[in-house]
């Protein structure tokens, strides 16, 4: 298709405008060839005729709609100026990009405001991501610097250019904190830090405010940063170029010198600044000729305590940095010098008054006469002789500028050399990366020599950036396999050999410096001659004084006048020489070496690949004046930096001037064509737009375009056929495209006729489609009216009917109501008749009924008259009748009574009657008598027996009293002192009688005024409660209006209560996350060191010397507690030390004896004490009714009690007796057996061959025991032959040590309890006395007063008790605990006692009989302890922490590992050995840090080992003993746990344990995870066929790209989440921890996709927002499917799940606004303006964003209090939880595997 074709009606192309440079316009009208015009409307509506002719072309055809604001300009299909500018213009102004990528270049157009991407977050979101992936950004170019180098280990250079006001030096800035933050540093000296300290610096002494730039450079610098092999910053080099030391003297209107000047000055007010003599700087002469000393906005003091720290931190002494002060403020001194004029005017002189002068000389420690004098004079030698000569005014001002301009140069590579200095480090370099920081292309109203070097440097690089371009792009066809052909591109190389070559215009201008009379003029008039040919030299028409050069850029004109002056840079030689007499060392140094150096800096020694030569020349140097000059010595390092630049890969910088009022977001369209025309970036376009700039791989191509192929087509599996068939169909000019091996290669243009031809099939199925649609709905319209009408007539029919049924029923219903109407007529009519007559016939008939009733009732009042008064007669008659027969029977009665009691009285006196009364009474008094008998008869009996009973004890007890007494005669010392201990016994008990009896009135006092309190108090509760309750009914209405704000108060400080512990935590977390990085670089570094020392004959330590232990860092537990289990071991050692030998076994049978004869005493005694404790018990609450037999009974329990005492007493001397008797017939049998065994061996030595059964050693043995018990024996012979009496003397003495010792200890206790009694009745007194005081203070107090009062009082009274109780339940816990260790130490004492007779062999047959006293001890079960020797620890640690596998273990118990440790660390707490749990569990914890630290990248590993720890962390909360870690223990787990010690200190340390290994895992799945992200939710295709491909740039076909497809899909994400999952699931790590890991995960899935969506404005459309919410949806059903829906994770997704809703929302009206605002609440307003911006159409059918609606988002968005982050920290860590999950496993149900070499642990 040929281009005229193009030229339709509706394209739009791009035509001149004077004003905008270039204005879009649409077509009307079709061209034709030949026409002289095209018919335009212009976007105001107006029509326009573009004239065709021989001087104008066809206009520029504007890229479709699509395209526009593409990150790349490459990705345009017409390639031109105005698709460049436009294209940048929508990016900065629409959409707030800066930066722009154009091939190779980065396009930054500076904003003039601080903009929010450039954090710490942005620079890890652009860590290890391809450039064409992310949005264009200085990061991405220094990523792929970085990259590059590391990856192809060569080194690379970053070219940053511009225009003064750019952007440049922020733009270098920002590349350094890059390389420093992702580099570090290979050592510790900070080298990143000093690198980026540098800038300050660098920016004090070199950068200046120009009319163009508040803060411009006025050098060029190259920054050399070097890596080592890992990558790691190793040092720093910098060279500057071209200082412009002319501005040290001299600066144009509205500008500034150097910034330290007005720093030093807005800081002289400082005590150390005092003898500088400086003031404002208005005051002096070279910083007040711009007219502004400020900047607004700029503090220059506090930019000057930067500065001075930055000299700190690279290393400047103070010393020197006060003489850098000094010489910039003599600087300042010796512009304000005064000349004064002499007489003649040919000669001047200066005041040795002058006050600046003094202080120049003062600050530089120079003689002021010298200086005062060769100021105004200078030598001239000649051949003969010298003469000094004055100098004129202006000449002695000159010298003066020149002195000031030369110490300044002086001091800025000196400060240079001290900075490289700083940076070099001895660490070898591998490679480097380069930042260059240098002026761009500069034109002026007036240009000099400054300009002229400038863009001689600019001719330079723009020549090495244009072969850097064409060597790309051939580089990639030839990849491809495209046959080119050689592109034609502008070559500067004749216009830098103008200007280098020989006799060219450097060359002429050095030649004319060395004439001794040589003038601008002169060298002018040589130029005109030599290079008037020349077709990049012309000479102005009306100038004789400048000259013209044709850069690449634009034609500059430059003036002639100075030129000569600042390349010889002349300072005269004598004032050199008083400099360098200058009593200052610095200053002196600073002169001392005058030799043609040129202005760069040494490279250091760094190891670079490269070979750079020296700037010096080769040529010695002319003497004097003569020396090099300024261009010679820019050439020479311009070269040398050209060397440096061709030997590494670099990457270009292009830095954009928006507009020169410096006006935020404001573009200048005219300003921003002449600096992209100079800066190379449409050369660049140029170059790309003369080959294939459009390329496309074969699979986005066939996505893109599938619309406009054939069916038949798509049937084929070869998508590169396809793609070839459907170019040779649509593309008839083979020319217009090329097809590589990978990427087909379009011309300019041939994407946008593309692109037509998809649009025009996607319009025509657009047509289609809404042809069908509308005739759908048209249809559907017509069905709804039809159904209406239908409806209606329905209706309307019904209407009529029920019309026409109404009247028919009116019409009956008049007829009825006649009827009726004329029927009710009649009918009263009627009924008035009837009623007449009735009424007539009533009358009548009642008249005649009236008579009857009368007659009748007289007759009836006759009747009742007779009734009445025949009854009366009647009852009259009866009464008289019954009267008398009642007097009648009265009269008889009487008479029959009395007959009666006359027989009864006769009967009475008879005795016959008496004896039947009696019977009875004789039955019940013989019964009677007969019980008092059997009564008498039982207390008779019950007499006898207790006087025997009490004959017995008596008998008993005197049978005692006499052996006592016995006893007591021989012992007459020890009696009288039992004697008086028994008195004092007595006295003691009875004043422990008489405490208790006062005690006792006390509590029954205090009880009955607490009783009395307590009513008083009850009454005031029951008033106060009154009260209350009368105030909360007045208080309850201020309640109900206040609640609701109240609870809200309550929430919001709930919630932020959480916060501030959710931070407390994280803080706490992440100290210990930065202890553990400390703890390994601690290891890392002693590993190093060991290396170093390491020498041929190195010894290794000692095996029990265990490094294990050197490197815990925790905390021993201390011992003291078993010091009192000491003391009490000791109590008991003195008293049995006499009683045991452990070498005797006689000594073992009478403690067994004594022991087994005590344990059942024990129990004897302890049974009858509780019967007797109880008997008295249920005697005190009983009445005491009868007191003698209570008596009695009491002094029965007394002697019975004494008598047992007695008992025991000799029960105890009976023993020793009986051991001491067995000893004898022990030593009787020992000598017998003695004999012979001696006749037997004196027989076995006469014959040889008899069988010996004895040993020698037994035989000496022997021997000598029969000799030791002869001894004994023969000591008590005086006694008895046997010596039993003195045995038993022996047997009593020390029962009587006994029975003392025991006094001893009751006396003391009685003491203790008398003085805890004295102490009770104290306290309580004082109780009673604040009682009675806080009573009387009650009742003067008001009734609400009292009750609050005795409120307070019982609070204090229960807080003081509940502390009192606290106390006591300490003491006990610690009582307890003591005696628990003393009782295991007991027992361990007698078990190895008892284990060590057990193994004695049995060396006689007189052993056999003693077997039998030992205790056997019983066959115990497992009780979950493991018991394993010390020397057995470091082999436990090996084969159960070191040298584990999950695999090993993987069939086993979860967790087996923690629960053999802890059973280890049971045993150890078992037998009370703090050394052994203290080792175990240091040993244990390093194990484990070695473990993770080998394996720092192995997530089975981290796992498993957090899944113990956290277990082990568990089972020591578990069976601590605190009763809150033990609610769901069974009595079977409470039996397992620990009894000795404490392990508090050791939970705590292994918490932290478990919080650096979560990070670690942590930090293992972030790594694992992090890659597949963003291809899986971002980028892959989950929905087939939704997403577009649009045109790729350079970028996306970028050299960082790695080769291969590295796409990840959701189902491998969702792969890798299960394997996650099941793996920490089956190493039994808690459900909880579990929860917390998923949920950090997906926080970082939302982070780095939310990151990513920010960054990249390719995935910001509707499509990729469908994509992503179907792609959340799949992970929210996978944590539903793992019941994972509690932990969080879902909620972390809430700004991911916003953003893609915010993609897919309408984006066009107000309505629209409110509802993006009300629903993105998880997102900051910067994001979603940060998306709106970068969202991007992919079809021509969606509609961009306006600025107008991203405006009204941010109106409405003004009310948020978001943070300024444009980005999330995806590095976060939520602080992690580690709740209490006790264990259902009891310890001596686990099984341990053979598998795990654990043999030498034994089960206890």
Same mark, same amino acid.
């Given at each position: 298709?040929?281009?005229?074709?193009?030229?339709?009606?509706?394209? @739009?192309?791009?035509?001149?405008?004077?004003?905008?440079?270039?204005?879009?316009?649409?077509?009307?009208?079709?061209?034709?060839?030949?026409? %002289?015009?095209?018919?335009?409307?212009?976007?105001?509506?107006?029509?326009?005729?573009?004239?065709?002719?021989?001087?104008?072309?066809?206009?520029?055809?504007?890229?479709?709609?699509?395209?526009?604001?593409?990150?790349?300009?490459?990705?345009?299909?017409?390639?031109?100026?105005?698709?460049?500018?436009?294209?940048?213009?929508?990016?900065?102004?629409?959409?707030?990009?800066?930066?722009?990528?154009?091939?190779?270049?980065?396009?930054?157009?500076?904003?003039?405001?601080?903009?929010?991407?450039?954090?710490?977050?942005?620079?890890?979101?652009?860590?290890?991501?391809?450039?064409?992936?992310?949005?264009?950004?200085?990061?991405?170019?220094?990523?792929?610097?970085?990259?590059?180098?590391?990856?192809?280990?060569?080194?690379?250079?970053?070219?940053?250019?511009?225009?003064?006001?750019?952007?440049?030096?922020?733009?270098?800035?920002?590349?350094?904190?890059?390389?420093?933050?992702?580099?570090?540093?290979?050592?510790?000296?900070?080298?990143?830090?000093?690198?980026?300290?540098?800038?300050?610096?660098?920016?004090?002494?070199?950068?200046?405010?120009?009319?163009?730039?508040?803060?411009?450079?006025?050098?060029?610098?190259?920054?050399?940063?070097?890596?080592?092999?890992?990558?790691?910053?190793?040092?720093?080099?910098?060279?500057?170029?071209?200082?412009?030391?002319?501005?040290?003297?001299?600066?144009?209107?509205?500008?500034?010198? /150097?910034?330290?000047?007005?720093?030093?000055?807005?800081?002289?007010?400082?005590?150390?600044?005092?003898?500088?003599?400086?003031?404002?700087?208005?005051?002096?002469?070279?910083?007040? +000729?711009?007219?502004?000393?400020?900047?607004?906005?700029?503090?220059?003091?506090?930019?000057?305590?930067?500065?001075?720290?930055?000299?700190?931190?690279?290393?400047?002494?103070?010393?020197?940095?006060?003489?850098?002060?000094?010489?910039?403020?003599?600087?300042?001194?010796?512009?304000?010098?005064?000349?004064?004029?002499?007489?003649?005017?040919?000669?001047?002189?200066?005041?040795?008054?002058?006050?600046?002068?003094?202080?120049?000389?003062?600050?530089?420690?120079?003689?002021?006469?010298?200086?005062?004098?060769?100021?105004?004079?200078?030598?001239?030698?000649?051949?003969?002789?010298?003469?000094?000569?004055?100098?004129?005014?202006?000449?002695?001002?000159?010298?003066?500028?020149?002195?000031?301009?030369?110490?300044?140069?002086?001091?800025?590579?000196?400060?240079?050399?001290?900075?490289?200095?700083?940076?070099?480090?001895?660490?070898?370099?591998?490679?480097?990366?380069?930042?260059?920081?240098?002026?761009?292309?500069?034109?002026?109203?007036?240009?000099?020599?400054?300009?002229?070097?400038?863009?001689?440097?600019?001719?330079?690089?723009?020549?090495?950036?244009?072969?850097?371009?064409?060597?790309?792009?051939?580089?990639?066809?030839?990849?491809?396999?495209?046959?080119?052909?050689?592109?034609?591109?502008?070559?500067?190389?004749?216009?830098?050999?103008?200007?280098?070559?020989?006799?060219?215009?450097?060359?002429?201008?050095?030649?004319?410096?060395?004439?001794?009379?040589?003038?601008?003029?002169?060298?002018?008039?040589?130029?005109?001659?030599?290079?008037?040919?020349?077709?990049?030299?012309?000479?102005?028409?009306?100038?004789?004084?400048?000259?013209?050069?044709?850069?690449?850029?634009?034609?500059?004109?430059?003036?002639?006048?100075?030129?000569?002056?600042?390349?010889?840079?002349?300072?005269?030689?004598?004032?050199? =020489?008083?400099?360098?007499?200058?009593?200052?060392?610095?200053?002196?140094?600073?002169?001392?070496?005058?030799?043609?150096?040129?202005?760069?800096?040494?490279?250091?020694?760094?190891?670079?690949?490269?070979?750079?030569?020296?700037?010096?020349?080769?040529?010695?140097?002319?003497?004097?004046?003569?020396?090099?000059?300024?261009?010679?010595?820019?050439?020479? &390092?311009?070269?040398?930096?050209?060397?440096?630049?061709?030997?590494?890969?670099?990457?270009?910088?292009?830095?954009?001037?928006?507009? #020169?009022?410096?006006?935020?977001?404001?573009?200048?369209?005219?300003?921003?064509?002449?600096?992209?025309?100079?800066?190379?970036?449409?050369?660049?376009?140029?170059?790309?737009?003369?080959?294939?700039?459009?390329?496309?791989?074969?699979?986005?191509?066939?996505?893109?375009?599938?619309?406009?192929?054939?069916?038949?087509?798509?049937?084929?599996?070869?998508?590169?056929?396809?793609?070839?068939?459907?170019?040779?169909?649509?593309?008839?000019?083979?020319?217009?495209?090329?097809?590589?091996?990978?990427?087909?290669?379009?011309?300019?243009?041939?994407?946008?006729?593309?692109?037509?031809?998809?649009?025009?099939?996607?319009?025509?199925?657009?047509?289609?489609?809404? @042809?069908?649609?509308?005739?759908?709905?048209?249809?559907?319209?017509?069905?709804?009216?039809?159904?209406?009408?239908?409806?209606?007539?329905?209706?309307?029919?019904?209407?009529?009917?029920?019309?026409?049924?109404?009247?028919?029923?009116?019409?009956?219903?008049?007829?009825?109501?006649?009827?009726?109407?004329?029927?009710?007529?009649?009918?009263?009519?009627?009924?008035?008749?009837?009623?007449?007559?009735?009424?007539?016939?009533?009358?009548?008939?009642?008249?005649?009924?009236?008579?009857?009733?009368?007659?009748?009732?007289?007759?009836?009042?006759?009747?009742?008259?007779? @009734?009445?008064?025949?009854?009366?007669?009647?009852?009259?008659?009866?009464?008289?009748?019954?009267?008398?027969?009642?007097?009648?029977?009265? /009269?008889?009665?009487?008479?029959?009574?009395?007959?009666?009691?006359?027989?009864?009285?006769?009967?009475?006196?008879?005795?016959?009657?008496?004896?039947?009364?009696?019977?009875?009474?004789?039955?019940?008094?013989?019964?009677?008598?007969?019980?008092?008998?059997?009564?008498?008869?039982?207390?008779?009996?019950?007499?006898?027996?207790?006087?025997?009973?009490?004959?017995?004890?008596?008998?008993?007890?005197?049978?005692? *009293?006499?052996?006592?007494?016995?006893?007591?005669? &021989?012992?007459?010392?020890?009696?009288?002192?039992?004697?008086?201990?028994?008195?004092?016994?007595? =006295?003691?008990?009875?004043?422990?009688?008489?405490?208790?009896?006062?005690?006792?009135?006390? $509590?029954?006092?205090?009880?009955?005024?607490?009783?009395?309190?307590?009513?008083?108090?009850?009454?005031?509760?029951?008033?106060?409660?009154?009260?209350?309750?009368?105030?909360?009914?007045?208080?309850?209405?201020?309640?109900?209006?206040?609640?609701? $704000?109240?609870?809200?108060?309550?929430?919001?400080?709930?919630?932020?209560?959480? %916060?501030?512990?959710?931070?407390?935590?994280?803080?706490?977390?992440?100290?210990?996350?930065?202890?553990?990085?400390?703890?390994?670089?601690?290891?890392?570094?002693?590993?190093?060191?060991?290396?170093?020392?390491?020498?041929?004959?190195?010894?290794?330590?000692?095996?029990?010397?265990?490094?294990?232990?050197?490197?815990?860092?925790?905390?021993?537990?201390?011992?003291?507690?078993?010091?009192?289990?000491?003391?009490?071991?000791?109590?008991?050692?003195?008293?049995?030390?006499?009683?045991?030998?452990?070498?005797?076994?006689?000594?073992?049978?009478?403690?067994?004896?004594?022991?087994?004869?005590?344990?059942?005493?024990?129990?004897?005694?302890?049974?009858?004490?509780?019967?007797?404790?109880?008997?008295?018990?249920?005697?005190?609450?009983?009445?005491?009714?009868?007191?003698?037999?209570?008596?009695?009974?009491?002094?029965?329990?007394?002697?019975?009690?004494?008598?047992?005492?007695?008992?025991?007493?000799?029960?105890?001397?009976?023993?020793?007796?009986?051991?001491?008797?067995?000893?004898?017939?022990?030593?009787?049998?020992?000598?017998?057996?003695?004999?012979?065994?001696?006749?037997?061996?004196?027989?076995?030595?006469?014959?040889?061959?008899?069988?010996?059964?004895?040993?020698?050693?037994?035989?000496?043995?022997?021997?000598?025991?029969?000799?030791?018990?002869?001894?004994?024996?023969?000591?008590?012979?005086?006694?008895?032959?046997?010596? $039993?009496?003195?045995?038993?003397?022996?047997?009593?003495?020390?029962?009587?040590?006994?029975?003392?010792?025991?006094?001893?200890?009751?006396?003391?206790?009685?003491?203790?309890?008398?003085?805890?009694?004295?102490?009770?009745?104290?306290?309580?007194?004082?109780?009673?006395?604040?009682?009675?005081?806080?009573?009387?203070?009650?009742?003067?107090?008001?009734?609400?007063?009292?009750?609050?009062?005795?409120?307070?009082?019982?609070?204090?009274?229960?807080?003081?008790?509940?502390?009192?109780?606290?106390?006591?339940?300490?003491?006990?816990?610690?009582?307890?605990?003591?005696?628990?260790?003393?009782?295991?130490?007991?027992?361990? %004492?007698?078990?190895?006692?008892?284990?060590?007779?057990?193994?004695?062999?049995?060396?006689?047959?007189?052993?056999?009989?003693?077997?039998?006293?030992?205790?056997?001890?019983?066959?115990?079960?497992?009780?979950?302890?493991?018991?394993?020797? *010390?020397?057995?620890?470091?082999?436990?640690?090996?084969?159960?922490?070191?040298?584990? @596998?999950?695999?090993?273990?993987?069939?086993?118990?979860?967790?087996?590992?923690?629960?053999?440790?802890?059973?280890?660390?049971?045993?150890?707490?078992?037998?009370?050995?703090?050394?052994?749990?203290?080792?175990?569990?240091?040993?244990?914890?390093?194990?484990? %840090?070695?473990?993770?630290?080998?394996?720092?990248?192995?997530?089975?590993?981290?796992?498993?080992?957090?899944?113990?720890?956290?277990?082990?962390?568990?089972?020591?909360?578990?069976?601590?003993?605190?009763?809150?870690?033990?609610?769901?223990?069974?009595?079977?787990?409470?039996?397992?746990?620990?009894?000795?010690?404490?392990?508090?200190?050791?939970?705590?340390?292994?918490?932290?344990?478990?919080? +650096?290994?979560?990070? +670690?895992?942590?930090?293992?799945?972030?790594?694992?995870?992090?890659?597949?992200?963003?291809?899986?939710?971002?980028?892959?295709?989950?929905?087939?066929?939704?997403?577009?491909?649009?045109?790729?740039?350079?970028?996306?076909?970028?050299?960082?790209?790695?080769?291969?497809?590295?796409?990840?899909?959701?189902?491998?994400?969702?792969?890798?989440?299960?394997?996650?999952?099941?793996?920490?699931?089956?190493?039994?790590?808690?459900?909880?921890?579990?929860?917390?890991?998923?949920?950090?995960?997906?926080?970082?899935?939302?982070?780095?996709?939310?990151?990513?969506?920010?960054?990249?404005?390719?995935?910001?459309?509707?499509?990729?927002?469908? +994509?992503?919410?179907?792609?959340?949806?799949?992970?929210?059903?996978?944590?539903?499917?793992?019941?994972?829906?509690?932990?969080?994770?879902?909620?972390?997704?809430?700004?991911?799940?916003?953003?893609?809703?915010?993609?897919?929302?309408?984006?066009?009206?107000?309505?629209?606004?409110?509802?993006?605002?009300?629903?993105?609440?998880?997102?900051?307003?910067?994001?979603?303006?940060?998306?709106?911006?970068?969202?991007?159409?992919?079809?021509?059918?969606?509609?961009?964003?306006?600025?107008?609606?991203?405006? #009204?988002?941010?109106?409405?968005?003004?009310?948020?209090?978001?943070?300024?982050?444009?980005?999330?920290?995806?590095?976060?860590?939520?602080?992690?939880?580690?709740?209490?999950?006790?264990?259902?496993?009891?310890?001596?149900?686990?099984?341990?595997?053979?598998?795990?070499?654990? $043999?030498?642990?034994?089960?206890?």
């Amino acid at each position: 298709m040929s281009a005229v074709q193009l030229y339709t009606e509706n394209t @739009k192309v791009w035509i001149p405008d004077p004003d905008e440079v270039w204005r879009s316009a649409e077509i009307i009208k079709d061209y034709k060839e030949g026409d %002289k015009s095209l018919h335009l409307k212009l976007e105001d509506e107006t029509l326009y005729e573009y004239p065709i002719d021989q001087g104008n072309e066809l206009p520029f055809l504007r890229n479709p709609d699509i395209l526009v604001g593409e990150n790349d300009l490459t990705a345009l299909s017409y390639l031109h100026e105005p698709a460049v500018l436009h294209n940048l213009k929508v990016r900065f102004l629409e959409s707030n990009h800066i930066y722009t990528y154009c091939g190779i270049v980065l396009v930054a157009i500076n904003p003039y405001e601080q903009m929010p991407i450039y954090e710490q977050d942005v620079i890890y979101a652009y860590r290890d991501q391809n450039t064409g992936d992310m949005d264009p950004h200085i990061f991405a170019v220094a990523e792929e610097a970085y990259k590059q180098m590391s990856r192809d280990e060569k080194n690379q250079s970053i070219i940053v250019s511009g225009e003064s006001g750019a952007g440049k030096t922020v733009s270098a800035k920002y590349a350094m904190r890059f390389f420093a933050t992702v580099g570090g540093s290979a050592s510790e000296t900070n080298i990143e830090a000093k690198v980026l300290a540098s800038n300050p610096i660098m920016e004090a002494i070199g950068n200046a405010k120009t009319t163009r730039n508040n803060n411009s450079s006025r050098f060029g610098k190259y920054i050399q940063i070097g890596f080592d092999k890992r990558s790691r910053i190793t040092g720093a080099n910098m060279r500057t170029y071209l200082l412009e030391k002319s501005r040290v003297v001299f600066q144009a209107e509205a500008e500034r010198n /150097y910034h330290i000047f007005y720093q030093l000055c807005a800081s002289a007010s400082l005590p150390e600044f005092k003898d500088l003599g400086l003031t404002c700087a208005e005051d002096f002469f070279y910083t007040s +000729q711009g007219g502004y000393t400020s900047i607004g906005g700029v503090d220059d003091a506090d930019d000057f305590e930067k500065t001075r720290h930055a000299f700190t931190l690279l290393g400047v002494k103070e010393s020197h940095q006060t003489t850098i002060f000094r010489i910039i403020a003599a600087i300042l001194h010796l512009g304000n010098v005064e000349i004064q004029v002499e007489q003649d005017g040919d000669a001047c002189s200066i005041s040795s008054e002058d006050e600046h002068l003094n202080k120049f000389c003062s600050l530089l420690g120079v003689e002021c006469s010298q200086m005062q004098h060769w100021l105004c004079h200078y030598k001239l030698v000649t051949m003969a002789e010298t003469y000094i000569k004055s100098m004129s005014v202006q000449q002695v001002v000159n010298a003066r500028n020149a002195l000031a301009k030369h110490i300044y140069a002086q001091l800025f590579s000196w400060i240079v050399q001290h900075v490289n200095k700083a940076m070099h480090t001895t660490v070898k370099q591998h490679s480097f990366i380069g930042v260059l920081d240098i002026y761009g292309f500069e034109t002026f109203e007036v240009n000099s020599f400054e300009q002229f070097c400038i863009n001689y440097a600019n001719e330079k690089l723009q020549q090495q950036f244009n072969l850097h371009v064409f060597k790309l792009e051939q580089e990639e066809y030839m990849k491809e396999g495209i046959p080119w052909t050689l592109i034609d591109f502008c070559d500067n190389q004749p216009c830098i050999d103008l200007i280098e070559m020989k006799l060219g215009i450097l060359d002429l201008l050095d030649e004319e410096c060395k004439v001794p009379k040589g003038t601008d003029q002169n060298w002018m008039q040589k130029l005109y001659d030599q290079h008037a040919g020349s077709q990049h030299f012309q000479k102005p028409r009306m100038s004789n004084s400048s000259f013209i050069i044709l850069h690449f850029a634009d034609k500059v004109e430059y003036q002639s006048e100075g030129f000569l002056e600042k390349n010889r840079d002349t300072v005269y030689e004598e004032q050199i =020489h008083i400099l360098k007499a200058s009593k200052d060392q610095m200053v002196a140094d600073l002169f001392q070496d005058e030799k043609d150096a040129a202005p760069t800096t040494s490279m250091g020694t760094g190891t670079s690949k490269i070979s750079v030569r020296s700037a010096r020349p080769v040529i010695k140097a002319a003497s004097k004046k003569h020396k090099k000059t300024v261009g010679h010595q820019f050439r020479n &390092s311009l070269h040398l930096l050209m060397e440096t630049l061709n030997a590494t890969t670099p990457h270009y910088v292009r830095c954009i001037k928006p507009n #020169d009022e410096k006006l935020p977001f404001k573009f200048d369209p005219v300003r921003v064509v002449q600096q992209l025309r100079a800066c190379g970036v449409l050369e660049t376009i140029h170059i790309s737009a003369a080959g294939f700039p459009s390329r496309w791989s074969y699979h986005d191509f066939f996505n893109r375009y599938r619309v406009l192929m054939k069916e038949r087509d798509l049937s084929k599996n070869d998508k590169k056929q396809i793609c070839q068939t459907l170019l040779e169909d649509l593309i008839t000019d083979p020319d217009k495209f090329q097809f590589g091996r990978t990427k087909i290669f379009f011309r300019a243009g041939q994407v946008a006729y593309l692109e037509k031809l998809r649009a025009v099939k996607f319009r025509a199925a657009t047509i289609m489609i809404q @042809k069908t649609v509308r005739g759908w709905l048209q249809r559907v319209k017509y069905k709804r009216l039809r159904q209406a009408a239908i409806v209606i007539q329905c209706y309307t029919r019904g209407h009529l009917a029920r019309r026409l049924a109404e009247h028919l029923r009116r019409t009956r219903a008049a007829i009825i109501f006649q009827k009726q109407y004329r029927m009710l007529q009649i009918l009263r009519a009627f009924q008035r008749v009837r009623t007449a007559t009735i009424t007539i016939q009533a009358f009548a008939r009642g008249m005649f009924v009236r008579r009857i009733y009368h007659k009748i009732l007289a007759e009836h009042k006759a009747t009742i008259l007779q @009734k009445y008064t025949r009854g009366w007669l009647a009852r009259t008659r009866f009464r008289r009748v019954r009267d008398a027969t009642i007097v009648l029977q009265c /009269y008889y009665r009487r008479m029959k009574a009395r007959r009666e009691l006359k027989a009864l009285k006769i009967e009475a006196r008879s005795a016959q009657h008496l004896k039947k009364l009696n019977i009875g009474m004789e039955n019940k008094v013989v019964q009677l008598q007969r019980k008092i008998e059997e009564q008498n008869k039982e207390y008779k009996l019950l007499n006898e027996q207790l006087s025997t009973l009490m004959s017995s004890y008596s008998s008993e007890v005197e049978k005692l *009293k006499k052996e006592l007494a016995q006893y007591q005669q &021989s012992q007459w010392g020890d009696s009288s002192q039992l004697v008086s201990l028994q008195e004092e016994v007595g =006295h003691l008990r009875l004043k422990l009688e008489k405490a208790n009896s006062e005690r006792m009135v006390m $509590e029954d006092s205090y009880i009955k005024e607490q009783d009395l309190l307590r009513r008083l108090i009850s009454d005031l509760e029951e008033e106060n409660a009154l009260l209350k309750q009368e105030k909360e009914e007045l208080d309850s209405s201020i309640l109900c209006q206040s609640e609701n $704000e109240y609870a809200r108060n309550t929430v919001e400080e709930n919630i932020q209560m959480r %916060k501030e512990l959710e931070e407390e935590r994280s803080r706490y977390q992440n100290l210990v996350k930065e202890y553990s990085v400390l703890e390994q670089r601690y290891d890392r570094l002693w590993d190093e060191i060991i290396i170093i020392q390491e020498v041929p004959g190195h010894r290794r330590n000692s095996s029990n010397q265990s490094s294990l232990e050197s490197d815990s860092n925790y905390p021993s537990i201390s011992t003291s507690e078993i010091e009192d289990t000491e003391d009490g071991i000791q109590q008991v050692e003195e008293i049995d030390v006499k009683t045991e030998v452990s070498s005797d076994y006689e000594d073992f049978a009478y403690n067994s004896l004594k022991r087994q004869e005590l344990e059942s005493e024990n129990k004897k005694l302890k049974n009858e004490l509780n019967e007797l404790r109880k008997a008295i018990a249920d005697q005190a609450t009983q009445n005491d009714s009868s007191s003698d037999i209570q008596d009695s009974y009491n002094l029965l329990l007394n002697q019975l009690k004494s008598a047992n005492e007695e008992l025991e007493v000799r029960k105890e001397e009976v023993l020793i007796l009986r051991a001491q008797i067995m000893k004898t017939a022990q030593q009787k049998e020992m000598a017998t057996n003695l004999v012979t065994e001696r006749e037997s061996i004196t027989t076995s030595a006469s014959s040889p061959k008899s069988d010996g059964h004895t040993d020698q050693e037994d035989v000496t043995e022997a021997y000598q025991c029969m000799r030791e018990t002869n001894r004994k024996t023969e000591d008590w012979g005086y006694l008895n032959e046997d010596g $039993e009496l003195g045995l038993a003397y022996q047997g009593l003495k020390q029962v009587a040590r006994l029975l003392e010792m025991q006094l001893q200890d009751q006396r003391r206790e009685h003491e203790q309890e008398v003085e805890a009694l004295k102490n009770q009745v104290d306290v309580m007194k004082e109780e009673q006395e604040k009682q009675q005081q806080a009573f009387l203070q009650t009742l003067q107090l008001l009734p609400e007063a009292q009750v609050e009062f005795g409120l307070q009082q019982e609070t204090t009274r229960l807080t003081s008790e509940n502390l009192a109780l606290k106390e006591l339940l300490e003491k006990l816990e610690k009582n307890e605990k003591k005696l628990r260790k003393q009782l295991k130490i007991y027992l361990k %004492k007698v078990r190895d006692f008892e284990a060590t007779q057990a193994i004695v062999p049995m060396r006689g047959r007189w052993h056999e009989h003693n077997i039998q006293v030992a205790v056997q001890r019983k066959e115990k079960d497992f009780q979950g302890m493991l018991e394993y020797h *010390k020397e057995d620890e470091p082999l436990l640690i090996q084969n159960l922490v070191t040298d584990l @596998k999950p695999e090993a273990v993987s069939a086993t118990v979860p967790c087996l590992p923690a629960y053999i440790l802890y059973m280890c660390i049971r045993h150890a707490d078992y037998i009370n050995d703090d050394q052994k749990v203290h080792s175990l569990l240091t040993s244990t914890m390093n194990g484990i %840090k070695k473990v993770l630290k080998k394996n720092s990248n192995d997530f089975q590993m981290t796992s498993f080992w957090l899944a113990n720890t956290c277990r082990l962390l568990h089972c020591l909360k578990q069976y601590s003993g605190d009763a809150g870690f033990m609610t769901q223990n069974t009595p079977k787990q409470n039996e397992h746990c620990l009894k000795n010690f404490d392990l508090t200190e050791y939970c705590q340390v292994l918490s932290h344990l478990s919080v +650096q290994i979560y990070q +670690q895992l942590i930090k293992i799945l972030e790594g694992m995870l992090q890659p597949m992200i963003v291809s899986a939710v971002l980028e892959n295709e989950s929905i087939q066929g939704l997403s577009g491909i649009k045109p790729m740039g350079y970028r996306n076909r970028s050299s960082s790209m790695p080769d291969g497809d590295s796409s990840y899909s959701l189902d491998e994400i969702i792969h890798q989440l299960n394997t996650f999952h099941s793996v920490m699931c089956d190493q039994g790590l808690d459900p909880e921890v579990v929860q917390q890991v998923f949920k950090q995960l997906f926080y970082m899935i939302n982070a780095v996709a939310l990151n990513n969506l920010l960054l990249r404005k390719d995935v910001c459309s509707w499509s990729t927002g469908m +994509q992503l919410r179907f792609n959340i949806s799949q992970l929210e059903e996978w944590l539903h499917g793992k019941n994972l829906q509690q932990s969080g994770a879902a909620q972390t997704l809430e700004p991911l799940i916003q953003a893609a809703q915010l993609l897919q929302l309408k984006k066009k009206t107000s309505e629209d606004a409110e509802a993006i605002c009300s629903l993105c609440t998880s997102l900051t307003t910067q994001q979603i303006v940060k998306i709106l911006n970068l969202y991007t159409p992919v079809n021509e059918f969606e509609e961009r964003v306006t600025v107008a609606f991203i405006r #009204d988002i941010q109106k409405h968005l003004q009310e948020r209090n978001d943070p300024p982050q444009l980005l999330l920290d995806f590095k976060h860590i939520f602080p992690v939880l580690f709740p209490f999950n006790p264990s259902s496993i009891t310890m001596d149900s686990i099984h341990i595997p053979a598998s795990l070499h654990l $043999e030498f642990l034994k089960k206890v």
